[in-house]
């Protein structure tokens, strides 16, 4: 346990800036989840629709400095290259 003051604020700041980053980054991997799992079941454009969401919260998270930029750009990539790949075998 933290005996300086100015430790146990940290202490604090940091219980508490975890809390609220939390609320996005697990937004983030529901809405990554969710739309996986409507393109694995074939249901597209609700998947298209939680991707969109998923890109939005990706990017809050990235801006809000929650995850790193580069992670949010790549998680976004790989879940609109699935939805490509799975609109292109139902397209064919």
Known sequence: MANIQSAK???RQT????KHNR???SAARTHIKKSRQLIADGNLDEAEAFAQMAYKTLDKAARRRII????AARRKGRLMASLAKARAEASS
């Open 68 to 71: 790193h930029p580069r992670n």
């Open 23 to 25: 609320v996005y980054r």
């Open 15 to 18: 219980a508490k800036r975890t």
């Open 9 to 11: 604020k940290r202490i």
